[in-house]
């Protein structure tokens, strides 16, 4: 990874940050819509990267958002559990066709296979975020509603953010 | 020995990955909430800088709803003093509720949610003012929280929308002193639900729920909210919903009750559990 790179990835996760931190956890969108986002960051962070590390980064970033959020522990819990489980969705060769491919990059190609990708993992992480969050099992069923109706919120920001500012370059 | 270090190196990842998930799950288990709140000193200090300044400019914005609370609050004193002109539509407590034994400190919330399961609120009065955990807190409509954690100039707050605990000992005021509990099941900030209520109690919706007596933390009679539905279930008691009188989302005016002779009283109850 050259310097350019990192570069682009940390601005992303500051601006990841500052989004939730001041729109999203401003808006109020009723009681079962609480769209996390963090998520992207550690699902777009390259295959090359080595997986301790990546164990570690994530780990660490979510615990400095928790801080700021005041969110105690939640974000570094799923976005650790995100960055271990992600390898499982990540092909083992690369196809040299790009349609069929999942590919993470500041640089993406939607397709179906990052559909699939995308929603599962954001599943994932809202769901765990939700159940630790009301640690409680009487409101086991609310729990699930709340993370399927955060986690497509998340992933309708997360497409305009694709959109908006991490296009392919053009060929 | 050289197998199980071959093992351990072999999955050093699966390893790491456990060991965080157990540190993050501390973090959640046990800095909840009155730990954490000393814990994140700090950063909360921080926070506080950034949330007082967000709060000035929505306080102006809101300057309108803030002025139309202040009017009915005024309202609620005149009414104290002459009789019934105003008719009995909206709740006020100002002239309901005895305030002799009770210290009231006027304060201000400069941050607040009412999206998560455990809400708070942080007020911008603190230790240097008097206050202390534990203490009741009110807006000018009903009841809002307890304080559960103070510093020099600030305290946090336990709003009455959170999952884990009950804040006050509720009352119907019509009948006197049937009671029940309070609970809040983590969805809409304008409704709690009272659970504890024998069927054959007659309760009409309308009803008001204010505070008992019991707490030395809220003065008798603050109101906490209206009987909103009435529902019938299986078992033997009702299942209702208490519209809250207080706006928890836009209200940013609050009351702190001190009670004058807390110490003593806490003393009291001190010395009573050690004779047990």
Redesign the interface.
Known sequence: MNAKLVFNYFLLFIGLFLFQLTVLNNI?LG??F?PQILVLFVLLLPKEIT??YL??LS?AL??FS???L?T???N??SL??IA?IRRFWLPKEVNPRPEFNVVPSLRVVLNQKWLAYILLLNFIYHFNFFI?????FR?FF?IIVVSVLSCLLSIFFQWIIFKLFLKPKLY | MRKILLFVLAH??TF??FL??I??????VR??FYQ?AAF?NS?NN??EIVHHNQTRITNYLNLDKQNKALQLQNLGLLKGKRDNIYGHDTMLWQSEINTENFDIVAAKIIYNT????LNTFIIDKGKRDGLENGLGVATALGIAGKIINTYDKYSLCLSILN?KSAIVMPKIKELGNKSGTIEW?????SSVKLKGVHKYEEIKLGYQIVTSGYSINFPENLPVGKIAKIAKQEGSMFDIDVALSANL?NDYYVYVFKHKFKTQLDSIILNNKTLE
């Open positions: 109020d009681p079962y609480k997986f301790s164990l570690l780990f979510g615990l928790d801080i700021l005041n105690n522990g939640l570094a819990s650790l559990l271990f630790l969050d009301y640690f409680s409101l609310k | 050093r990842n790491l990955f965080l998930q540190f993050a799950l501390v973090f959640i800095f909840h954490r994140f950063a921080f926070g009412t999206n998560r399961p999952v099941m983590g969805s809409d900030p989302k």
